[in-house]
């Protein structure tokens, strides 16, 4: 079955960065679209940035755009957000997702556990 596993989630003082990777397993990896989703506490899953099957295309959301960097290496099926100065509303849990390129959570079909990522002012 499809596994997706993030890792590289924890605390950070706001200003640093943090890399998240996402390990996918039990799909043909290079025939999705790999998204990041976050979910703070009392707030609705929200997209973060999202990467084209062969990587060539992305789309990030306002708030992280400029900040953070989606890429992917379909040899490894691992997907990474790069999250530089790091703000404390960017305190959240992200999922990694595999599924259509698109920002809405329900292009998506498989969904990993979450990486809890949590920013110190």
């Known amino acids: 079955q499809v596994q997706l596993v993030e890792s590289g989630g924890g605390l950070v003082q706001a200003g640093g960065s943090l890399r998240l990777s996402c390990a996918a397993s039990?799909?043909?990896?290079?025939?999705?679209?790999m998204g990041w989703f976050r979910q703070a506490p009392g707030k609705e899953r929200e997209f973060v940035a999202t990467i084209s099957e062969r990587g060539p295309d992305t789309y990030y959301a306002g708030s992280v755009k400029g900040r953070f960097t989606i890429s992917r290496d379909n040899a490894k099926n691992t997907v990474s957000l790069q999250m530089n100065s790091l703000k404390p509303e960017d305190a959240a849990v992200y999922y990694c997702a595999a599924g259509a390129y698109g920002s809405r959570a329900d292009n998506y079909g498989a969904w990993g556990q979450g990486t809890r990522v949590t920013v110190s002012s």
């Open positions: 039990g799909l043909r990896f290079s025939t999705y679209a």
